[in-house]
């Protein structure tokens, strides 16, 4: 299993319009093979900083929605409601603590 982790700054009165594309993006990931889960969080006192955690059973299950036409549509209507790209780090466990 792997993480996912986008971090998005949202321009000032673009909320809205964000979260409906969000919205969107994740009952069109719901339907990708290997989606586990998926969670949008924002900054206390700064709604405008979203960071979202998406589970995936494998990075090529990821890789498959990270290239489809659906999310590249989406992330063409969001472009134009963020301040800067958005900056994605996947991550895998290697160890287990205890």
Known sequence: MIRVIIERKISEGCLDGYLELIRQARKQANAV????AGELLQEKGNQNNAVIISSWESYDAWNEWF???????VLKDMRSLLEADEKV????????LS
């Open 33 to 36: 093979d290997g989606f586990i």
């Open 67 to 73: 290239a489809s036409e659906e999310r590249m549509a």
């Open 89 to 96: 780090t996947i991550l895998e466990n290697n160890h287990i």
